[in-house]
């Protein structure tokens, strides 16, 4: 992975986005994948990054920050991510985890969240790895007809 380059998540990084996330998802979603990055984009806070092997992005992790609200001080959310199936297990979400954890300690955010299925392992064990545990917080859900 010497050749693994960690950088900022750009609006031409769209299609391979779209392509990882296909490939990790059998059923098409309804979340509008190139509004959440043109916005990503967009934002003076931006902490996302793609990684790229060889010129191709092979993963990504967007995330967005809170500044409050609900007991919550300024706070940062893991929103989206994922790395191509081919390069799993190899340390890539680690490292650019690792490299948000830098970018949000400059920016005096002293807490990261992130809400993952109960039943989703690989995600629970993957953030575990990196320090996650369970927060003061119950996640809430009202379906509208």
């Known amino acids: 992975m010497e050749k693994l380059i960690i950088r900022r ?3 031409q990084d769209l299609t ?3 392509k990882i996330l296909k490939a990790l998802t059998e059923k098409r979603g309804t979340i509008d994948y ?3 990055v043109e916005e990503e984009v967009k934002n003076r806070d931006r ?3 793609v990684a790229e ?3 191709k992005v092979v993963g990504f992790l967007i995330t967005y920050i809170l500044y409050g609200g609900f007991g919550l001080e300024k ?3 893991i929103g989206l991510f994922g790395v191509d199936p081919k390069y799993m297990g190899q340390g890539i979400g680690k490292r650019m985890a690792q490299e948000v954890f830098k970018e949000f300690k400059k920016m005096d955010v002293r807490n990261i969240y992130s809400s993952v299925k109960w ?3 690989d995600l629970l064990s993957f953030f575990k790895s990196l320090g996650f545990d ?3 917080f119950v996640n809430l859900e009202k379906a509208l007809d």
């Open 119 to 121: 039943d989703s392992t």
């Open 134 to 136: 369970r927060s003061d």
């Open 75 to 77: 706070s940062a959310w």
């Open 9 to 11: 998540l750009g609006k």
């Open 47 to 49: 902490v996302s990054f």
């Open 34 to 36: 190139q509004r959440a």
């Open 53 to 55: 092997l060889d010129s």
């Open 16 to 18: 391979d986005i779209s």
